[in-house]
Structures are given as structure tokens and as C-alpha cells.
């Protein structure tokens, strides 16, 4: 599992389900704040925000 925190402005209040993800990720969730919310297809994700992913490494570009 990996967290990933938004930097980049394109992604600014893009949608769950409008991510593109390639390879092997699944989209877990969004730590806002101090909220840890479920990563359901109409939520929006703000930059700063964490992201958590579950999947290969290597699709995480880090």
C-alpha cells in the first residue's frame, strides 16, 4: 500500500473514478485532514491531499 500526496494541479478536484490509473493499482482512500475517507468513484481529490493506492510498486512511479 502506498500514499501518495496530490502535487500536481491537474489533478485538482478530479473525481475518483476519472483517475487513469495504468497497471495494477487500486484506489483505496483519501486522508483528508484528519479524515481518512473511502475512495468511492464521486469523491473529488484536493491537492495536498494524500492518496492511498494498493498494488504493484512499480506503477507508483516512486
Not at 473525481?15 to 468513484?41: N, P, Q, Y
Not at 481529490?45 to 507508483?60: F, K
Amino acid at each position: 500500500m502506498y500514499e501518495i500526496e496530490m502535487k500536481n494541479d491537474g489533478y485538482q478536484n478530479v473525481m475518483v473514478r476519472e483517475f487513469g490509473f495504468s497497471g495494477d493499482l487500486v484506489f483505496v482512500g483519501i486522508l483528508r485532514g484528519i479524515e481518512s475517507l473511502v475512495g468511492e468513484g464521486d469523491r473529488r481529490v484536493r491537492r495536498g491531499e494524500g492518496v492511498v493506492v494498493w498494488g504493484c510498486g512499480e506503477y507508483v512511479g516512486g
